[in-house]
């Protein structure tokens, strides 16, 4: 294993705590969300460059 920078910077002990990250409902909720954010902004993007596309015809 890779010892630098050397054990006065050392990464042992160190956790990280995701307390929802073992419930399957917040994990959905959140990958629902996202999901739904970036339909948003796809269905936006689209939108805008139809009506720019139709307004320079």
Do not use: Q
Request: hydrophobic share 45%.
């Amino acid at each position: 294993m890779n010892s630098w920078p050397g054990p006065e910077n050392s990464w042992e002990g160190v956790d990280a705590y995701f307390t929802w990250a073992n419930n399957a409902g917040l994990l959905t909720t959140f990958v629902i969300i996202v999901a739904a954010i970036c339909i948003g902004v796809i269905y936006a993007a689209a939108r805008h460059e139809s009506e720019i596309a139709d307004k320079h015809k």
